[in-house]
């Protein structure tokens, strides 16, 4: 194989297996120990060597010769191919560095340790390309690491918010906020909800009081259980207050559970009809029939994957066709699905 054709081939060799430098044995050893034809020898075997480090030496060796043989033209031919494959090299490296390092400042931190594996492996002497990226992988991880820990609290303050958990939540919360991370904006959003939402609770707890006190108590209990059941800071207060208005009547009741089903509370408009059917009010058909469409709402909401709220609404269809015989649905108040689950005759 010529010189000429190695240069091509040793740069795809040397790219992909140096790993190791062949120690560099000093000139005056070499002087001492080989002739200059020895050297020379030795240089071309180097460079068509796929040892880590080689073409390095074979660049150095020759370099040695021509400055001592100025008029060889041999040696300065190979000169010029050896040393530019070690151009090659380090341009290859510097380049590969420079992209792992911007991967690394872009939160790839993965994909910046591959650029700097592959680097390494190339085995030259100067380190400071390998140092760079290095340096900059290890200020990706602790990134990342600080990401994860933000992502986790902001995940449980959540969670802890929607428990009614507020004190907690903003516990979880505050440290992400001010911390400047790439996280802290969406922290900062999740405590304005929180704020909102105690906000929310603080003025139905006051138009609450304000309704008791016109002796509209219907509309106040129906602001009160808002509250009570987020569970925020004024939901004890709420508790209290409703305790302190007694019972309900079964009117106020039924009239409640109807205006969360159809404000798509179906939590609280499943407890009040509940509620309603335990005092044995004297509307129980249209109790069981729209707790029966509460589930039915449910089952339909899972993409009728929720077999349970299924079973739940066609119970309560059963007893209203049982017991009530001249019960007529509300067609114009639901829908035409809920109509037909109540008309089906599976009640499996």
Known sequence: MSCSNKNSGHLLVSMASLALLVPWMGRGALAQQQSAEERYQTAVKLFSSTAPGSAEQACEIMKQLTQESPGNQDYETNRRIFCRQVALMLDAEKKSAE??????????????????????????????????????????DSKASAVSNDRARIDQAKAMFHRGKDAEARAQLQPVASGGGSLAQEAKQVLSEIDAAEAKDRS????????????????????????????????????????????????????????EYFQGDLTMAESDLTSYVNKKGDRMALAYFFRGATHASRYFLSGEMDKHERKSALEDFRIVKERYKGFHPPADYVSPKILQLYSSPNQG
């Not at 993965?110 to 340096?135: E, F, H, S, V």
């Not at 009160?224 to 004024?234: I, Y």
């Open 99 to 140: 992209t792992g390092i911007q991967l690394a400042r872009s939160g790839k931190c993965t994909d910046a340790r591959a650029n700097y594996d592959q680097i390494r492996q190339m085995g030259t002497k100067d380190p400071r390309y390998r140092d760079q990226l290095k340096a900059e992988i290890a200020t990706c």
């Open 204 to 259: 139905n707890l006051d138009q609450a009081r304000g309704l008791a006190s016109q002796n509209k108590k219907a509309e106040a209990r129906e602001l009160l259980k808002k509250v009570a059941q987020r569970g925020g800071p004024q939901a004890a207060d709420a508790r209290q207050l409703l305790d302190s208005m007694g019972n309900a009547s079964s009117d106020e009741v039924l009239r409640a559970a109807l205006k």
